[in-house]
């Protein structure tokens, strides 16, 4: 008979390809019923900004000032834990890369920006285990929650990290003051209108010579169709691995129905303001002197397999 180690092993394998460690998945197994917590009171409505605009958009709320993110936040990480949205360690592109910045930077000022929990501050953690780095780490969120899961993740590894609840494109942030800024999937959270202003931001708050790292999905608006398919592979995949994959916790059909409600809510609201095609990202990045776009195939989310542009770009004052 196999053991409980020979089954989440497996599992870990064949829905994951591998990325994560037993100890990790453990790690975000934990944290996961952590975030649903946290975000039933530190998910609070914004008057503009956050995920609350994505579920407004589809017609999620009749008073506008009533809703927030929690149905993104408190779900974000049981949607991980079927690997269904996008994570940093879907690109080894972050390690590389971050990797590449702290060994010429090794007491770089470090700003994440912006964060759907602490998947990025843990690809950071990678990067300075391997170079010996020491950072000064600044995690940006227009949410608390996931700044509570960054700072948890924080505070188990022994890492140092300020963090700040506020919307970066309008923070008070000194020009000049980070050596890199790092985050994952965020350019695709914006709404159009919102990408050119991030991007200068990020050019304005850069240090000369101050780099910029990020993934950008591609593709086309999410239909009610990707959306229907999305809440049904979500079922489907729980069927077959949430046994293994999900805590003790969450056991039992009262608890699964709970996870799935979650899930389909998910589903409904989850959407990615795609990038078009690489003009657009070297549109967006015309005023960086260095700029690095590789196309990759990842797992993906509503659309299954999907393309992503991995983006480095570099200032020169």
């Not at 017609?59 to 936040?73: P, S």
């Not at 991980?80 to 690109?91: G, T």
């Not at 007491?107 to 602490?118: E, K, L, P």
Request: aromatic content about 10%.
């Amino acid at each position: 008979m196999r053991s409980e180690k020979m089954i989440i092993d497996e599992h870990l394998e064949n829905l994951f390809g591998g990325i994560y460690s037993r100890e990790e998945f453990l790690e975000l197994q934990q944290s996961a019923v952590l975030m649903d917590e946290w975000s039933l009171g530190d998910c609070i409505p914004k008057f503009v900004g956050g995920m609350e605009e994505w579920a407004k958009d589809e017609g999620a709320a009749q008073c506008e000032d009533e809703f927030c993110c929690d149905w993104y936040h408190g779900t974000w990480q049981y949607m991980r834990l079927l690997n269904m949205v996008a994570v940093p360690r879907w690109y080894p592109f972050y390690h590389e890369t971050l990797t590449d910045v702290l060994r010429r930077k090794p007491g770089a000022n470090v700003m994440i920006s912006a964060c759907a929990d602490y998947g990025m501050l843990h690809a950071l953690h990678g990067a300075i285990k391997e170079t010996g780095a020491n950072p000064t780490i600044l995690i940006y969120d227009i949410c608390s929650t996931p700044l509570k899961s960054s700072q948890w993740y924080a505070e188990r590894h022994n890492l140092e990290v300020s963090c700040y609840c506020d919307n970066i494109i309008t923070a008070d942030i000194e020009p000049d003051s980070f050596d890199l800024v790092v985050t994952d999937e965020f350019l695709t959270v914006l709404q159009d209108p919102y990408k050119p202003l991030i991007v200068e931001k990020w050019e304005k708050i850069l240090k000369p010579d101050g780099t910029l790292v990020t993934t950008a999905m591609i593709g086309n608006p999410t239909t009610p169709e990707l959306r229907k398919g999305y809440a049904e592979r979500a079922r489907d995949l729980y069927d077959r691995y949430g046994a293994v994959c999900f805590p003790s916790s969450l056991q039992g059909e009262q608890m699964k129905a709970k996870v799935l409600k979650s899930t389909e809510h998910f589903a409904m609201f989850h959407t990615r303001h795609m990038i078009k095609d690489e003009k657009q990202i070297k549109n967006l990045f015309r005023n960086f002197k260095h700029l690095s776009i590789q196309r990759v195939t990842t797992p993906g989310e509503c659309v299954n397999p999907t393309d992503s542009f991995q983006i480095a770009a570099r200032i020169e004052r």
